[in-house]
């Protein structure tokens, strides 16, 4: 049986994240972590101890990610997608939409990784504005259309995912050796 479509709006709540004014101080010895662009851009799961780390000094309580969250990012010639898995304390720029699953019969990690497929991808292009840096309407990614298979299924292509992310991360070690190699043998050879 073929799985129903449905937008994102009927399983997910979209919000903004925080619009910081002004540029972000590092402070090592910070209260808390800033999700940003340059984090989502290459990987599908947020790593927080990479994150920059700040002091907050507003009035009102930052307004933190929750586990299983999803940052898609707003701006860009790339609006790919990863999940927050951490109990961190986490506040995500304005740049960026964070997505809040709100019915079972969908994954959190299973509608990042929707969201990452090229189709999806190519529906957000062209809801996309701007001529300098392309942005992303609020609307466009809530009537985003989500295929909902059985949990089963999403539990299963999720774990195809990984396996595959494995896959990438062990060729990526194996070219790095091997050009190792090459410049150790380059290397004897120019001094032998």
């Excluded at 809801?127 to 059985?150: C, E, F, R, W, Y």
Aim: glycine share 6%; proline share 6%; with cysteine.
């Amino acid at each position: 049986m073929p799985s129903q479509q449905q937008p994102l709006s009927a399983l997910a709540e979209v919000r903004t994240g925080y619009s910081f004014r002004g540029a972000l101080p590092e402070n090592l010895e910070g209260s808390l972590r800033v999700l940003q662009i340059k984090d989502v851009r290459h990987q599908t799961v947020i790593e927080p101890g990479a994150l920059t780390k700040i002091n907050w000094d507003a009035r009102t309580k930052p307004p933190l990610l929750s586990v299983e969250d999803i940052a898609v990012i707003a701006r860009g010639e790339s609006n790919r997608a990863a999940i927050f898995l951490s109990k961190e304390q986490v506040v995500a720029t304005s740049q960026l939409f964070i997505i809040k699953v709100r019915m079972k019969s969908i994954l959190p990690e299973y509608l990042c990784w929707v969201i990452n497929l090229p189709q999806s991808q190519r529906f957000l292009a062209g809801g996309s504005s701007g001529t300098n840096i392309q942005a992303v309407s609020k609307a466009a990614l809530l009537d985003m259309p989500i295929p909902v298979p059985s949990l089963d299924v999403q539990h299963k292509l999720i774990a195809l995912q990984k396996v595959w992310d494995e896959e990438d991360q062990l060729i990526a070690r194996l070219q790095k050796n091997r050009e190792q190699m090459l410049k150790g043998i380059y290397q004897q050879l120019i001094e032998g």
